[in-house]
């Protein structure tokens, strides 16, 4: 039988239900296969119904020996089934169910787990009173299926009938085409593919559900895996790195010029930049690094190596703000030093344009800081050697990879990121790149104290912010909204910002930024944040990346739980980065419990990473990062979360069995073998 057979070809399908069928992903005998079950109802511990008790959860099954309906004196319409074991009878009762009427036949036998209690017919006979769940024993899951499979189906797709598909379809398949070799499977003692998607489908024991998808989470993380290891291939192969020199004299000068020493980790991820920077094979690699925790400076001097070797250097920087903030500090550190840094963003004046894209192109400029300028079709580079992207979940990989095109020679990559990824959502959404991480934070940073409260304390929060500005310290009030909306209940920046400048803060210089604003207008008000000519802003997100302010001391967030705990995490390191006591304070009147259990781990935990993790946990993988940048086909059955002894299992495996192939073709092959769409697309390899 062929994987990729229309599903509408099999017998009892037909066009109708391949139709509902292809709305939940079912096109073929393979999305059939890998359609795995949501959950399991445990048939397994069947309880007699002359043993049943009151106030417990049971199962049961038996025969059905009539169905009654009757309406109440307020309309509702109660179905009782009397149902028979051969030990005793009981009543099994459901509520405003109608239809059961014309499904439950005598005769039939059906399967019931639900919760006891006593009948309300006034005789105390025990019930199932609460019917948790239920279906009608048949052929394919009365004695064979001691855990009754459970999916996801389209109205029109009865359990009964899917059973019998699948069913007829394992029948007829022997020695399913596996992604591991006999060796791999022998090793970690996986069952064959075979053998998983019967007890996946099919299992007679708990032991077969755990081995079925140990075996199948196994098999697609290894192909993830495989993936990653052919993308990085192709991202290298037969491309020519920039190579540096080891000695790098000018950087030992800038090392020794900064008002600071290395942390540990600084020193690590330098060592491991340089290494890449001085290989043949051109460098693609992530910088991690917490708020706060020093990668520009390393950003720096990988910057400064690429110029003293002859190269240029670009950094692309998601806002025009953080832009010029690294314009300014690099020219403040570099020039003494000879080196030419330009500034490429939108708010240029014609005439600065041009004579910067004539800068760039002539190589005066040696290290370009820009936006998303940088990557429009006029600009062109003399000698581009690396790139760096700063804040990389703000761009796109498109974006990414059209900065790099820039370049004559394949240029060296350093992406920096201050969200920090849990390791295993790195080993998967970046699982491209080799990667570095900055966990200490340098001496001297404070740790800024974090608080939940509720509206009820937002004069008294107030008060306080006030406090901290007549003592000479800067405040931000951040918002999740720019203006006011029917439909979304939130604090809006441009409410809040006429309430606080009209009200207890009339003394106080305040300022509005968000998004709508011009370039040129955003870049006056941070300035004069900077300065301290403006003691409070009020904000959007927009201050979330990089903004630099050591006088800034506290930060309030309305509607706190309108955001992530990876973004309150960013916001919360705009503040503390001066010698002061530090702040931030997280309004919110969420009556959620999950909520507020989100929020208050803020209070908690101070370490983004540990953070990370706990939001990956709360939220779930595809709320805490999106889609997967890369295009990686969706996981059907792993979880990148409880999964990480197999992920990394299968990671060490993918690397090794990539080595012994002879070609990265043969490699992909393999893989799409089982795939009605390739899971990756085959390129000149």
Not at 448 to 455: A, Y
Not at 585 to 596: E, G, H, M, P, R
Request: proline share 4%; glycine share 6%.
């Amino acid at each position: 039988m062929n994987f990729r057979e229309n599903i509408q070809y099999i017998k009892g399908v037909g066009p109708k239900k391949a139709q509902a069928l292809k709305k939940i992903g079912i096109g073929n005998i393979y999305n059939l296969l890998t359609y795995y079950p949501k959950r399991y109802s445990d048939q397994s511990e069947i309880t007699a119904i002359n043993a049943i008790e009151p106030d417990a959860t049971v199962n049961i099954k038996g025969s059905i020996l009539n169905v009654q309906e009757k309406t109440s004196h307020r309309g509702m319409k109660i179905i009782t089934v009397i149902l028979h074991d051969g030990t005793g009878t009981t009543q099994v009762i459901w509520f405003n169910q109608p239809f059961l009427k014309r499904s439950l036949k005598p005769g039939m036998s059906l399967f019931v787990r639900g919760k006891t209690g006593y009948a309300y017919n006034g005789y105390g006979q025990l019930c199932i009173k609460q019917v948790i769940s239920y279906f009608l024993l048949d052929d394919t899951n009365n004695n064979q299926c001691q855990f009754l499979p459970l999916y996801t189906l389209p109205d029109m797709i009865k359990p009964k009938f899917y059973r019998s598909v699948l069913e007829n379809v394992l029948s007829t398949l022997d020695n399913i085409p596996c992604a591991l070799d006999r060796s791999i499977i022998a090793a970690y003692h996986l069952l064959s593919k075979t053998d998983a998607l019967r007890k996946i489908h099919f299992p007679q024991t708990k032991n077969d559900i755990k081995e079925s998808r140990e075996m199948l989470i196994f098999e697609e993380l290894f192909m993830i895996q495989c993936g990653l290891i052919y993308m990085r291939k192709i991202n290298s192969q037969n491309k020519q790195g920039i190579r540096c020199l080891p000695n790098s004299n000018l950087v030992k000068k800038i090392y020794k010029a900064l008002p600071f020493k290395l942390t540990d980790d600084q020193e690590k991820v330098w060592n491991e930049i340089c290494l890449d920077m001085q290989s043949t094979r051109p460098m693609q690699r992530l910088l991690q690094g917490d708020v706060g925790s020093g990668k520009t400076v390393i950003a720096v001097m990988a910057l400064v190596k690429a110029v003293e070797n002859g190269w240029q250097g670009a950094l692309m920087a998601p806002t025009e703000v953080l832009a010029k903030q690294h314009f300014d500090n690099f020219n403040k550190l570099l020039n003494p030093f000879g080196i030419k840094v330009g500034l490429l963003i939108g708010s240029l004046s014609a005439k600065e344009h041009n004579e910067a894209l004539q800068y760039i192109k002539n190589g005066e400029w040696q290290i370009i800081i820009g936006t998303h300028a940088l990557i429009q079709d006029k600009v062109q580079f003399a000698k581009l050697g690396l790139v760096i992207t700063d804040e990389q979940h703000r761009f796109g990989v498109a974006q990414r990879a059209r900065l790099e095109t820039k370049a004559e020679q394949t240029p060296d990559v350093l992406v920096m990121t201050a969200t920090p990824i849990p390791r295993t959502m790195t080993l998967t959404v970046y699982g491209d790149l080799d990667v570095s991480v900055i966990h200490q934070l340098p001496p001297g940073r404070k740790n800024i104290r974090t608080f939940l409260r509720t509206k009820n304390a937002r004069e008294k929060v107030y008060q306080f912010v006030l406090a901290q500005i007549k003592a000479g310290r800067q405040a931000y009030v951040v918002c999740p909204l720019i203006e006011l909306s029917e439909n979304v209940g939130a604090a809006s920046a441009e409410a809040i910002f006429e309430e606080l400048r009209t009200g207890i803060f009339k003394d106080v210089n305040c300022a509005l930024l968000h998004g709508k604003l011009s370039a040129k207008e955003k870049g006056k008000i941070m300035q004069d944040f900077f300065t301290n000519k403006v003691n409070l802003l009020i904000s959007t997100t927009v201050i979330e990346v990089g903004v630099n302010v050591p006088n800034a001391s506290i930060m309030v967030v309305e509607g706190a739980e309108r955001f992530g705990l990876a973004q309150l995490h960013q916001l919360r390191g705009r503040v503390g980065r001066g010698s002061y006591k530090s702040y931030c304070i997280l309004l919110s009147d969420s009556k959620s419990s999950k909520t507020k259990e989100r929020l208050s781990l803020m209070e908690k935990i101070s370490d983004g990473f540990v953070l990370a993790e706990a939001d990956l946990r709360l939220r779930g993988p595809g709320q805490f990062f999106g889609a997967m940048q890369h295009g990686l086909p969706d996981l059907k059955i792993a979880d990148v979360l409880n999964d990480t002894d197999i992920l990394l299992a299968a990671r060490k495996e993918a690397e090794k069995w990539c080595v012994k192939k002879k070609s990265m073709r043969e490699i992909i092959e393999t893989i799409n073998l089982q795939y009605e769409d390739n899971f990756f697309k085959i390129t000149d390899v």
